[in-house]
């Protein structure tokens, strides 16, 4: 009898203890946070909930090419810091090998697990057309349909233009990369640039709910439709239609000359953006020059069922790969978008409270922001910033 | 006898013939150019234009055409026959902005005379004005833009119902054509480097195309400089440091939205000059802004982008001390803020502007 009173306290003990442990673990105890800020969550209603298995989240890491590894690297090290219930299961592509095996096993990883982040993968655009890009397969491979990214001005970065909010919602799937050319007589190439009303409808779509979901006010559709008429006639048409059911927000257009020429000059004017593929590559390149530059804006691209984040303006950096020169805000806020989609918002909401103070020390700076910092100090500062502590 | 009427036109005719060397300071043979003055604010910028050239005394005898769309016979659209007669003739033509009318049947005018004289390349220099400021400073880069296919081929068709596909032509001539001709303008105007646009890692085969024929002419301008560089890396370092670019040369849709942010980035269309260059020798510099029918025949139109077209005309023509000297005056004016129209910031009139351009011009004899 005695023996087994010994036996069963520290058992009790423990079951209670540990059952306290993945209470405080799951989110839905602590308080939400209160900045609103800087939350870039979404949850698109129609998504399954992402693997979780005893309480810890696993998440595809692709490293990608350049500086991607070592920024990966110090994605984890800050994870396992801050004891984010997060493991990563690394899958490598290499991007040299002509086979598509790399980036299928890749694929199929992401499938399992729901999520991803990733860094860039190179495309040697001297190859020929059989070998496609291994980043544009993913996306369209997983349906991931929406590129995301919120471009704001830091406060610490000096830049030419202040106060600059805006998000830009990208088709990422279809337009003019749907990679189908043909040459029928030699020295003639044509390239099909592809819309369809599905897509259109469905990207629109999106961008209204993200803009009613986040309190934004007005959706500017970026086109070309005054040469493009039946292609981009029918993206603008979908805008329209989809526009008439989000009475609240106001919807305009701007063609996509006029529209960089905006930016350049007055970029406050704009809230929401929509677009097709390709200007969604022009425009969101020159939103992220205009806040600071590639180092500081995050990406995600969501699909149905999968989301995949990476860094905004998708540069592989292969001239300071290594050097540990390159900035790593833009993949930490990446993480910190996967962990708000993996609803850990309490961790997101800390590591990304101490990358922004961190980015306003001007000394901490690296090249790209004019400053002399290198990758490892900005990260062992955005360590030491915060007491890691989960209060509730 | 008949030697009297015989002496009143040889004494007419060396009285024109000094007149004619009057008007001209240096011993330059009169060059006749095309003006088409447009519609809006076209008219008055272009007397603007021609009061100034003949203050700086520059030897340019202007023929004004019309370009209204006609119906030919066959039942084309085309420009009027004097006029594209007059513009075979002098091969250098000036043009205001033109009004695209929306029900009138025919397409725009600029595509008609796109087609007619087969302006393949749009040129577009853009470089900071002190005086008038904005974001950037030290901008000075030249966008040379393939003006004929592309995505612009207009090649659309609706394959089910809702699924439309546009296609992007690509031919082996005209990117050859367009740099030839990127790489002689950098070589005629100083230009240390050509850089291509392209997005060869999506569109390998169209845009590689493009690549390919720049790289094979790149071998035959030592001399020059050439890089290559994606259209979203151009585009984040061109709004973060504009000072790395040279000269750009792209298809048809990555010209239109780079040249449009580049003129974006020194002070917006009002500013910046254009000028589009054809088959045969021939080129017409235009100003892309609007015709700006609120304000025509006000007198408050703003006449430096068909200035500054016209002075790229005259480098065209190799009239550079003139090109040079109504580009200083033009500066200097904005410069020294005094005279300044209403979209450059100030109060005056268009036609003070002028005057005071005028004056400079003539100080600077």
């Known amino acids: ?392 | 006898m008949s030697s009297g009427p015989l002496m009143v036109e040889v004494w007419m005719l060396s009285v024109d013939l000094l007149q004619e060397q009057k008007r001209s300071t240096s011993n330059d043979l009169m060059q006749t150019v095309t003006l088409i003055p447009g519609d809006g604010i076209g008219p008055e910028i272009s007397t603007a234009v021609m009061k100034i050239f003949e203050a700086a005394k520059a030897p340019i005898r202007w023929e004004e055409r019309n370009v209204t769309a006609i119906k030919g016979p066959g039942g084309r659209w085309m420009i009027p026959p004097d006029a594209k007669e007059s513009m075979d003739r002098s091969k250098i033509g000036l043009k205001g902005p033109l009004k695209t009318p929306i029900a009138a049947g025919h397409p725009s005018m600029n595509l008609l005379l796109r087609k007619t004289f087969d302006l393949y390349a749009n040129v577009r220099p853009c470089v900071s004005i002190e005086g008038y400021k904005t974001p950037y400073t030290d901008v000075n880069l030249v966008t040379i833009r393939e003006n004929t296919e592309g995505e612009y081929s207009g090649i659309e068709h609706v394959i089910v119902d809702g699924v439309v596909q546009s296609i992007k032509l690509i031919t082996e001539n005209a990117s050859r054509r367009i740099a030839e001709y990127a790489f002689e303008y950098a070589r005629n105007n100083q230009r240390s480097s050509v850089t291509a646009v392209h997005k060869a890692n999506i569109m390998r085969m169209s845009d590689g195309l493009f690549l390919r024929k720049c790289r094979e002419v790149a071998e035959n301008y030592k001399d020059v400089k050439f890089t290559e560089m994606y259209l979203d890396t151009v585009c984040l370092n061109m709004v973060q440091d504009p000072t790395q670019f040279d000269v750009l040369v792209m298809p048809n849709l990555y010209g239109d939205i780079l040249s449009d942010l580049c003129a974006g980035l020194i002070g917006g269309l009002g500013v910046t000059p254009s000028g589009n260059i054809g088959a045969n020798g021939v080129a017409i510099f235009e100003s892309v802004h609007g015709t700006a029918p609120d304000i025509a025949g006000l007198d408050l139109a703003n006449p430096t982008a068909l200035l500054l077209s016209a002075v790229m005309m005259l480098r065209h023509m190799g009239l550079h001390d003139y090109g040079n000297k109504i580009q200083t005056a033009c500066f200097d004016t904005i410069r020294d803020k005094k005279v300044l129209t209403k979209d450059l910031g100030g109060n005056s009139k268009c036609s003070e502007f002028t005057a005071d351009i005028c004056r400079r011009v003539q100080d600077l004899d």
């Open chain 1, 1 to 392: 009898k005695i023996k087994m009173c010994s036996f069963v306290r520290p058992f009790l003990l423990s079951v209670i203890l540990t059952s306290m442990f993945s209470l405080l673990r799951s989110d839905p105890l602590l308080p939400p946070s209160t900045q609103q800020v800087h939350r870039d969550s979404l949850v698109c209603a129609s998504q399954p909930p992402p693997a979780q298995y005893g309480g810890r989240h696993t998440v595809t890491l692709i490293p990608g090419d350049g500086i991607g590894p070592e920024l990966a690297n110090h994605v984890r090290e800050l994870f396992r810091f801050c004891c984010v219930p997060v493991d990563f299961e690394v899958v490598n592509v290499d991007s040299t090998m002509a086979s598509e095996d790399d980036i299928n096993n890749a694929i199929m990883a992401i499938r399992r697990n729901g999520v991803a982040l990733k860094g860039n993968l190179e495309t040697n655009h001297n190859l020929p057309p059989s070998y496609k890009s291994r980043n544009n397969l993913l996306r369209t491979t997983l349906d991931l349909y929406a590129n995301v990214m919120h471009c704001q001005s830091l406060p610490g970065v000096r830049t030419r233009h202040r106060n600059i909010d805006i998000m830009i919602i990208r088709e990422n799937t279809e337009g003019e990369y749907s990679s189908l050319e043909h040459e029928n007589v030699p020295g003639v190439v044509e390239c099909l640039k592809i819309i369809t009303r599905t897509k259109s409808l469905r990207i629109a779509d999106y961008a209204f709910r993200t803009a009613r979901e986040k309190g934004r006010t007005r959706v500017t559709a970026v086109h070309k439709a005054n040469i493009m008429k039946l292609g981009d006639g029918l993206f603008l048409e979908c805008c329209k239609e989809v526009a008439s059911g989000y009475p609240e927000i106001t919807f305009d257009s701007m063609i996509v000359d006029n529209t960089t020429m905006q930016l350049v000059s007055r970029p406050q004017q704009f809230d929401v953006m929509v677009m097709p593929n390709l200007y969604g590559n022009v425009v969101s390149n020159v939103c992220a020059g205009l806040v600071g530059g590639p180092g500081l804006v995050p990406g995600a691209n969501y699909g149905e069922d999968y989301a995949v984040f990476e860094t905004g303006t998708r540069n592989t950096g292969k001239s300071i790969a290594n050097t540990n020169t390159a900035n790593p805000t833009a993949m930490l806020l990446a993480s910190c978008l996967l962990l708000d989609h993996l609803k850990l918002h309490a961790y997101a909401n800390m590591i990304r409270r101490a990358i922004l103070s961190t980015v306003t020390e001007t000394r901490l700076h690296t090249a790209d922001l004019g400053g002399q910092g290198s990758t490892s100090e900005v990260v062992q500062s955005i360590m030491k910033v915060k007491n890691f502590t989960v209060t509730f």
